[in-house]
């Protein structure tokens, strides 16, 4: 927690690209539907729904860069993390000396590192963004479902804390 103080901007920017893709996917699904809708329900010409498919492009086009933005960021996030976890690492060795050191085997403090601290990487560049967007973007998916269909959102309430359920079994 102390660590992600010196990082928080970085990794609410992260979250808010994921949301900004979350957002790009429900309008490219929207747009999808709508699309084969027009097309196969309604027989309209390809060529009068060139706009809907220009929103589709724009809608690919926005989820990538969100997704490469919250790539970037958290990686960012993450490098400038571990910079301070090995300041800190020297600055310690620093303190004990180099006849202290020498009681420590050497394979450890080069573990410790190299290893120790690549490992959070994936922890501060993916699993802290992407646990703030598994709880917001199905919340954002029921809301959209709700504006859509009351009755849709009712039994996706009701079935989906039924499905970690069927999982285990």
Do not use: C, K
Not at 138 to 151: C, E, F, K, R
């Amino acid at each position: 927690a102390r660590r992600q103080r010196a990082v928080r901007p970085l990794l609410l920017a992260a979250v808010a690209a994921g949301l900004v893709g979350a957002v790009a996917i429900i309008a490219q699904l929207g747009l999808m539907a709508w699309l084969i809708h027009a097309l196969l329900i309604n027989a309209a010409s390809p060529a009068s729904l060139w706009p809907v498919m220009l929103g589709l492009v724009l809608a690919v086009v926005i989820r990538v860069l969100a997704q490469g933005a919250q790539e970037r960021l958290g990686q960012h996030a993450s490098a400038t993390i571990r910079q301070q976890v090995r300041v800190e690492l020297t600055a310690l060795w620093a303190t004990l000396g180099p006849v202290r050191l020498a009681e420590l085997p050497s394979a450890s403090l080069t573990n410790q590192w190299v290893e120790q601290v690549d490992a959070l990487d994936g922890f501060y560049a993916r699993y802290l963004p992407q646990q703030w967007l598994a709880l917001l973007v199905p919340l954002m998916m029921l809301a959209v479902v709700i504006y859509l269909d009351w009755l849709a959102a009712i039994f996706l309430l009701l079935a989906a804390p039924l499905i970690p359920l069927f999982m285990a079994l």
